[in-house]
């Protein structure tokens, strides 16, 4: 078979749970190009939040993502914050204490999830249930918390809504000791075993200056050798007031991306046993009510890289402008180079190696790949959207 | 009588429905176990005979511009497989029923149901299914020379007979082909051709849902699909006894035969849930290099009588 074929992945495809769609350009088994076409599920999240109270934008942000379902909301309360003058001022230091642990259980449960995906992804379907099977627990920490296994809803302008009880201490450190032997042995099954290096080294590559041109960002780029980290870079939380290393590899493959995950789960372990150990009592809100003239930025290594947010406020109680950048956007992007060249094997799990998240990633025009015009833009699909409720409404005989 | 004889053989017992049932019951033993494995619960025993009935009843969807291949390229492999179960059924009960060169024609049955799939998927007229059956091709010229080549091991073993009630026969007399070393190596080799036949983890890439979405199967559904699975399902009977005859064939007593057949089916689902699937150009390179020189030594140790 020598003649050209699209292979189309998606929009609904049993790759990826979300609609997402990668045109592959395929001559025999080998990618020559790819088209990454976007933005199926463009719920106008910006737009929403300037609707919204101030302090009722948290949740909604929380609904981005579900698994960065912490970060988008600390980085919205982090430009929050800034407008009135910095988190570390702001907010009751045992606040900034559950705010990290939080953050840090989310990166744990992502960092699982995504390697019981990535197992699925090459037909390992036993990693990937069994990496779904330590994660439960650590959902369970999170209902323990927070009241919710997957919107947390803790995070709030001026502090955090939910205290961490002494009497659960000792469970969620007991939870960190039991996932110490998990991770040991996720460890030992990806980097041991010769058949999943003959699966992952040396499959889309991304160099180093490849991962700086696209701007890539969390464990993408420092697995391509890019040591950033906005937990070290701009410390939040108290990330500055712990121990912990960040992980960088050199070789850019989907191995290294495995092995950045898989290390940085214990990082994320040290960071909670550290923050438990250290947090002082005190109130955890500094009850906030009026957000003054401004404009801020608030962000924060989401697990999938950095999350940013802007937020300027005029002195209403509704934000007039919300910006979100979300880490998939600039990630995925990535696939342009790393997943061409490939065959199809190997481009499905590049393209997942990114961990990419779709939802996160809904402000992307539809260009045509031949003539690079723009086929539909956001508004365009406003447009249809409002066309569409005008026929409904017609075949129902509302008017309005 | 004979005719009637015959039919029965090839429909009943114990060809046709026979081979299917234990082959779907041997499909839910991996189910299961592959669910406990996985800490899942897994389906109930008729798990796989619903499926088949539920199959049945669904429509049967025929691409635009699909060939009537398209509708009879499971049937090719239903009948041949078939014709595979009931003689090594019925050389299991007589062994001196069967003619010579039986072991030739088993062979080549064999490889039909995976040319019936390749067929299938070429009328079918889907991208994805056309890389599903160049991966299926691939795989079909990678693991059929370490098969033959380990067969060819067992001829020369048995006494350079290509019958197999010849080759039951001789073991009975003089023990297991497994028992020697270039039994050992040819058994090793055609494990892996076993688990590339059935189409399993390791070498599913002809099939891999999360890459091509079922690949060769893409298209089909309702009957046509149904008929797929239950010669998966016979397949999954039929490659272990073949094993069994050609490797472990001295106490072919009823207990013996399911201790055995068990302990096969334990070993494919065991390598099934410890790997990742291969690429294509691996799964090939692994059966040209490793495979095929590990069978071609079983053969030279053969003629050397090891």
Known sequence: MSHKVIVPIGPYHPLQEEPEFFRLHVDGEKVTDIDIIIGYMHRGIEELSEHKHFHQVPYLVERICGICSSSHPYAYVLAIEDILGGEANVVPERALYIRTIVDELQRLHSHLLWLGLAGHFIGYNTVWMWAWRYREPLLDLFEMITGN????????????????????????????????????????????????????????????????????????????????????????????????NVIVEKEGDVFAKAVVRILELYESVGIIRQCLDKMPKGPIDADIKDIPPGEGIGHVEAPRGECFHYVRSDGTNRPVRHKIRAPSYVNIASNKVAAVGQTISDTTITLAAVDPCYCCTERVAVLDKKTDKQVLNGWDLIKLSQEKTEKIKKRMGINV | MKALINLFTYLIFPGFLFSACIGLIAGWVDRKVTARIHWRVGPPWYQNFVDIVKLLGKETIVPAGAKMTFLLAPYLGLLSLTLVAAALGSNILSPLEGFVGDLIVVLYLLVVPAVALIIGAASSRNPLASVGLS???????????????????????????????????????????????????????????????????????????????????????????????????????????????????????????????????VIIVLIKNTSPRVRIDQALRWFWGPMSFLASAAVILALLGK
């Open chain 1, 149 to 244: 296994r997957n919107h947390y809803g803790i995070s709030k302008i001026g502090g955090v809504i939910h205290d961490i009880k002494d009497e659960d201490i000792p469970a969620i450190k007991k939870a960190m000791d039991d996932l110490v032997p998990a991770a040991n042995m996720f460890k030992g099954a990806v980097m041991d075993d010769p058949v999943i290096h003959a699966r992952l080294k040396g499959v889309g590559i991304l160099t180093k200056q490849q991962a700086i041109d696209w701007c890539t960002v969390g464990p993408t780029a420092r697995a391509s050798g890019v040591d950033i980290d906005v937990r070290r870079d701009d410390p939040y939380g108290v990330f500055d007031k712990v121990k912990w």
């Open chain 2, 135 to 265: 991966r299926e091709m691939k795989l079909v010229l990678g693991y059929e020379l370490p098969f033959i080549l380990s067969v060819i091991t067992v001829i020369i073993k048995s006494g350079i007979t290509i019958q197999i009630g010849e080759i039951i026969n001789h073991q009975i007399n003089f023990g297991s082909n497994i028992a020697s070393i270039s039994g050992t190596l040819a058994f090793l080799v055609s494990i892996f051709c076993m688990q590339a036949k059935l189409g399993f983890v390791p070498f599913d890439a002809s099939e891999a849902e999360q890459e091509i979405m079922g690949g060769v199967l893409i298209e089909y559904s309702g009957l046509p699909l149904a008929i797929f699975k239950v010669t998966k399902a016979i397949l999954l009977y039929t490659m272990p006894l073949f094993l069994i005859i050609l490797f472990m064939g001295k106490d072919l007593s009823p207990l013996f035969i399911i201790a055995k057949f068990v302990l096969l089916l």
